[in-house]
């Protein structure tokens, strides 16, 4: 499923911790917040501390079940608007979660909303205030390395698409001059030619034309590879004269650079790279 497979890609295993240890604020502090905000309005049973617990954990539930309802809503809006689906479903999830907890709460007290909005408040605001407190750089980490996988899956995808287009129209010889010229001979939309992170790019890879070799055969000679921005790290998509694309690391990146094969290759990666990215 399309939404499950982008929504997992914001979630990691380290973060299960900070959301265990968030889920007990909530309803252990909650529980005990609304004890003290209710027990002088409400009769001795109704405020009692195991009470307000389960309360807070209904509530609780009730908010993270409806919010995830909701980011799936958003998510879906927010593709159809073609904006980033997170910024959409971030703030409908929230809305959706403090209106179902507060929902749980007006049920569970015979009390004026008025007066509940205060208990839900006193109750709630602290635990919320600290998760989100919590939260803002666990989204961003996430977020940051969402962005850093797509833009992985971009520089790889449109590496292997040049290479496709240039054996299917190129002896392998005789290559195209330059990424240029499969856009003039309409070989390659130019939009296929933008990296993730630059769109506004009319050329988002660095290429030097190279004879190609068959799929398979041994070789460490470089064809294409990404911008020096293209990434959020140093790593760098590489696309070899055989066809294979994969994703070299700094180091990795350099070794390949100082290949006698790949020397001519650097020389021009660097000059090109000092007039687009001086400050690179």
């Known amino acids: 499923m399309p ?19 968030l889920a007990g604020v909530w309803i252990v ?6 004890r003290r905000a209710v027990r002088a309005i409400v009769p001795r049973r109704e405020s009692g501390f195991n009470r307000c617990v389960v309360i807070a954990l209904l509530a609780g539930l009730g908010g993270a079940i409806s919010g995830a309802i909701a980011v799936a809503l958003a998510w879906q809006v927010a593709q159809s608007l073609i904006i980033q689906s997170i910024w959409l479903a971030v703030p409908a999830a ?18 004026p909303a008025g007066g509940l909005g205060k208990v839900w408040l006193k109750s709630f605001g602290p635990p919320l205030l600290v998760a989100a407190i919590t939260a803002a750089p666990t989204v961003w980490v996430a977020y940051g390395a969402h962005e850093s996988k797509l833009a992985n899956y971009r520089s790889i995808g449109t590496l292997q698409y040049i290479h496709n287009a240039i054996t299917g129209r190129y002896v392998p010889a005789r290559p195209p001059a330059s990424l240029e010229e499969l856009v003039k001979q309409n070989i390659v939309p130019p939009e296929r030619l933008a990296a993730y992170r630059h769109p506004s790019r009319q050329i988002g890879y660095f290429y030097m034309p190279a004879t190609l070799v068959r799929i398979g055969e041994p070789t460490k000679k470089l064809l294409a590879c990404d911008w ?11 696309l070899y004269v055989n066809g294979y694309v994969e994703i070299a690391g700094s180091g990795k990146f350099q070794e390949l650079l100082a290949r006698d094969e790949n020397k001519a290759f650097a020389e021009a990666l660097k000059e090109a790279e000092n007039k687009l990215l001086p400050g690179k």
Not at 228 to 237: C, E, F, L, V
Request: glycine share 8%.
């Open 29 to 34: 502090w909650g529980g005990y917040l609304m």
């Open 228 to 238: 020096a921005d293209n990434q959020s790290g140093d790593d760098r998509a590489v």
């Open 3 to 21: 939404l499950l497979a982008e929504a997992g890609d914001f979630l990691s295993i380290w973060q299960l911790p900070i959301i265990l240890a």
């Open 94 to 111: 929230a809305v959706v979660f403090c209106l179902v907890s507060f929902l749980t709460v007006f049920a569970s007290f015979q009390l």
